[in-house]
C-alpha cells in the first residue's frame, strides 16, 4: 500500500512539473514556429535574456510589478493587520456588525466593484498612476478575515498584563500582538504579493500610460515589440515566475503555519 501511494503522489509530481519543463524547453525555441523539440537550449536561452533585458521595455515592466506588489501586500499587512487585530482582541461598540459586513464583502465579485472603483480613481485624479493602482487594494476583507481568526488564539492573558504594566494599545499591538501574529501577516504579505504579480485586469484598466504597466500587461505586448517569438514568451515567463517562487520557499512555513493555527481552537 505504501509503495502504491509512493508511485501515485510520484506520477502526481512528475504530471505537476511537466508545464514547468516545457517552459524551460520553449524558452530555447529559436522562432515562432519552432517549438525547440522539448529539449533545453542554454545557448538560445542566453540570447532571449539578452534581447528582453537589452532591447524593449521588459525591465521597466518588472520594476512596475515589484513597487506595485511590495507596495500593495506592505500596506495590506499594516492596515488588515491592524484591523483584524481590533476586531478579535478589542471590545468596543458595533463589533460583530463591523465584522459581519466584512466577512458579507467577501461575497462580492472583484468585477462587481470595478467600475465603482475606477470612478472614485478617476475622481481623486489617479489615473496613470501607481497610487491609483496601489491604493484600492491596500486593504480586503480576505485580509482582515485571515489576521482576525489567527488573531483569536493570542492568549489575552498576556493583553491584560500588558494593559495592567500601563501600556497602550498601540504599544500592546506593536510589542505584543504584530509578533504572535507574525505568521499570519506574512501569510497575509505572501498572498497579496502573489495576487498583485499576476494581478492584469486593473492595471489594464487604470495604467494607459506603457511606462506604468506591471510584468502581466506588459507581457501580453511582447507578440506585437518584438514579432510573436514563442521562445521569447516562455523567456519573459520564466523569469515573471522566479520572484514568486524564490518568496514562497523563502516564507513556506510560516504560510503553513498562517492557514492552520489560526483555525485551531485549545
Partial sequence: MRALRGTLLSLVVLVML???????????????????????????????????????????????????SLGVAVLEVVFSGAAGYALAQLTF????????VVVGTLSLSPIVVLVPMYLVVKQLGWIDSFQGMIVPFMMSAFGVFLVRQFALSVPRELLLS????????????????????RPALLTLFLLQFLAQWDNLLWPLVVANDPRLWPLPVGLSQLQTEYDFSIGLVSTAALVTAVPPLVLMFVLQRYYVAGLTLGGVKK
Fill in 93 to 100: 461598540p458595533g463589533r460583530r456588525v463591523l465584522f459581519t
Fill in 162 to 181: 500588558a494593559r495592567v504594566d500601563g501600556a497602550g494599545e498601540l504599544h500592546i499591538f506593536l510589542r505584543v500582538g504584530v509578533p504572535l501574529l
Fill in 18 to 68: 511537466l508545464p514547468v519543463y516545457a517552459m524551460f524547453a520553449l524558452s530555447s525555441a529559436s522562432d515562432a514556429t519552432d517549438l525547440g523539440g522539448l529539449t533545453f537550449d542554454a545557448s538560445q536561452l542566453g540570447e532571449h535574456l539578452s534581447q528582453l533585458f537589452g532591447q524593449g521595455d521588459f525591465p521597466l515592466y518588472l520594476r512596475n510589478s515589484m513597487i506595485l
